[in-house]
């Protein structure tokens, strides 16, 4: 179990970089903001204080799998970019 807590904490970490990165690009797409703000109310819902083991399958793998679907959504200059500058440089 802390294997696999160690190996999404290592994923959803580079995905949270990226997503940062391409919050501040100025050419992201329109839907990247609500599809940010939906994943992130999801996370947080009042439902995971009702039923502590379903929020944790809901944080540790649902979540970090949607994120990383929205962001294979992303344009590739955006994808480039962040490879190529990190994730510090969106201009």
């Known amino acids: 179990m802390k294997r696999l ?3 999404i904490w290592r994923m959803s970490k580079t995905d949270l970089r990226l997503l940062w990165f391409a919050l ?3 050419d992201r797409p329109v839907w990247l903001m609500p ?3 939906v994943l992130a ?3 947080v819902e009042p439902f995971n204080l009702a039923i502590p083991l379903l929020g944790v399958v809901d944080d540790m793998v649902l979540v ?3 994120l990383h679907y ?3 959504l992303l344009p590739s200059p955006i994808l480039h ?3 190529r500058n990190g994730p510090f440089h969106p201009q």
């Open 41 to 43: 109310l999801y996370a």
């Open 81 to 83: 970019h962040f490879a």
């Open 70 to 72: 929205l962001l294979k």
């Open 35 to 37: 599809a940010s703000v």
């Open 5 to 7: 807590f160690f190996i």
């Open 24 to 26: 501040k690009h100025h």
């Open 64 to 66: 970090p799998l949607v």
